[in-house]
């Protein structure tokens, strides 16, 4: 059976947000064909994201095809949509038949609003962790990677997007496999300059 994964776009959305876990689901249906991700946004076609990368959103809200993973990126846009009735209705409307709903970075800020992570335990980029404690909708996690509660599953800022979604390839199926997915990537994050002078 398919296994539909909606990674949701808008403007000004982050790009590593969502091309991150999309090179995580993309790599593992290579061998398990049943993972269809796609894009859906308000209204199929162009996005620009926010460092200027543009990108085509495969749906619209109205003809989106079935989601079992809903994913919900980041950035600047969050601060726009999450007064978008049209954004916040859609996702409030998809997350109950959905087996997980997910965030990266400020995409909780829209999971929140739209109801599907009030009252949870969720995390979001490091410089958003106050605002979003602010709003007193949910309790908010600082200094972890990606946090489940339930079938909600929110993770921090820009790569830890890959990290999540990892994570949910291994639920899918098991850890054997999304360790696999991780080799195939070539992800062994080892950043320059973390250590001390």
């Known amino acids: 059976m398919d296994i539909g994964i909606g990674i949701v776009l808008f403007e000004d959305v982050e790009e590593l947000d969502f091309v991150g876990p999309w090179e995580v689901f993309g ?10 991700p796609f894009t859906v946004a308000e209204r199929a076609g162009l996005v620009r994201c926010a460092k200027g990368l543009k990108v085509v959103a495969d749906h619209g809200f109205a003809d989106a095809p079935g989601i079992d993973i809903l994913l919900v990126p980041g950035g600047q846009g969050t601060r726009r949509e999450v007064s978008n009735r049209a954004m916040i209705d859609w996702i409030a409307s998809v997350t109950p038949g959905c087996r997980w709903v997910t ?9 929140v609003e739209a109801g599907a992570a009030k009252g949870r335990r969720v995390t979001t980029h490091w410089g958003f962790v106050e605002t979003l404690r602010g709003r007193g909708d949910a309790t908010v996690l600082d200094d972890v990677r990606f946090v489940r509660d339930g079938n909600v599953v929110t993770s921090a800022g820009v790569s830890a997007g890959i990290d999540m979604a990892l994570w949910l390839v291994g639920q899918l199926y ?3 496999f999304a360790r696999h997915v991780q080799r195939r990537m070539e992800y062994d994050p080892a950043p320059p300059y973390t250590a001390a002078a």
């Open 27 to 36: 790599m593992a249906a290579r061998e398990r064909p049943e993972l269809k």
């Open 174 to 176: 098991d850890p054997a």
């Open 103 to 111: 965030s990266v970075c400020t995409g909780s800020l829209l999971l």
